[in-house]
């Protein structure tokens, strides 16, 4: 079986699954290249544990896990299939980590999990199933993390890390167009980091990226991003997956790691391989 690579996706706000734009169009092209996976595992920090947890569940439900939003987001659903054998390994590889890990067999997908999903298996026939973001990882701890789920890529896993490329909600403006300069001039940073291949300077953008305290007050929604980093077999290739800002604030690029799939207004500026 093919290695697949690691995802690590921006999931903006909750209105990205209505408002799809420029970031749902690209993951949807994305999800037509990359190889049919045999089951996608997602960590969000929309679901935080003392402990790392992995659901079990054989149809998880759709968690509208959110307020104050069109009626119509809480009539959503996502029923993708749960994947308990693929789950199970993924508890036995933390448990061979260090990382003691429990089943969870009730909890179903947040929203960081099933709303980039809608764009990028809209259909819901690619089966899910979600690991926590332990509370007290940091940088390295959130790497180490995706390194010891690494395995399940050679087994049909696509790992996706879920969270947010910037993510200052004290500034969010709903619907705003214009973007503010730190978010943009933030995000270019780490993405010229993931097109070089540099892991160390990812695990360091919160204490060296430009403006990361005002991109990132609090580190959550930016650790997925060093799971799924953590979980590729090489740093290179990598891609971006174009998304814009979104509501003054929130960078909406993903990245792709292990693989050139770059997708998005600038793939031709922005692509990178290993020779």
């Known amino acids: 079986m093919t290695r697949l690579p690691s995802l690590f996706i921006s999931h903006g706000a909750p209105t990205f699954a209505l408002e799809p734009g420029l970031a749902g169009a690209n993951l949807a092209a994305l999800g037509r290249r990359l190889p049919r996976p045999q089951a996608v595992l997602v960590v969000s920090p929309h679901w935080m544990t003392r402990q790392p947890q992995v659901t079990l569940s054989l149809r998880p439900e759709t968690i509208h896990d959110f307020g104050g939003f069109d009626p119509v987001l809480y009539t959503l659903q996502y029923p993708a299939a749960g994947a308990h054998l693929l789950a199970r390994r993924a508890l036995a590889l933390l448990e061979a980590a260090g990382l003691p890990a429990t089943a969870n067999a009730d909890r179903g997908l947040d929203h960081g999990a099933w709303v980039p999903l809608m764009h990028l298996y809209p259909d819901a026939d690619v089966p899910v199933f979600q690991g926590s973001l332990p509370a007290w990882l940091d940088a390295d701890g959130a790497y180490d993390y995706g390194r010891a789920l690494a395995a399940l890529a050679d087994e049909g896993v696509l ?20 973007a503010e300069a ?58 971006v997956i174009g998304g814009g800002i979104l509501h003054g604030v929130l960078s909406m690029d993903s990245f792709l790691f292990g693989a050139d799939l770059t997708v998005g207004q600038d793939a031709a500026a922005t692509r990178v391989t290993t020779n």
Do not use: C, K, M
């Open 159 to 178: 790992i996706v890390g879920s969270g947010s490329l910037t993510h200052n909600l004290y500034e969010f403006r709903l619907g705003d167009p214009h």
């Open 182 to 239: 730190y978010a943009a001039e933030f995000a270019h940073w780490v993405r010229d980091a993931v097109l070089a291949g540099d892991h160390q300077r990812l695990r360091q953008a919160l204490t060296i990226g430009p403006h990361a305290r005002r991109a990132h007050p609090t580190a959550e929604h930016y650790l997925p991003l060093l799971v799924a980093a953590g979980a590729a077999a090489q740093a290179l290739p990598a891609s």
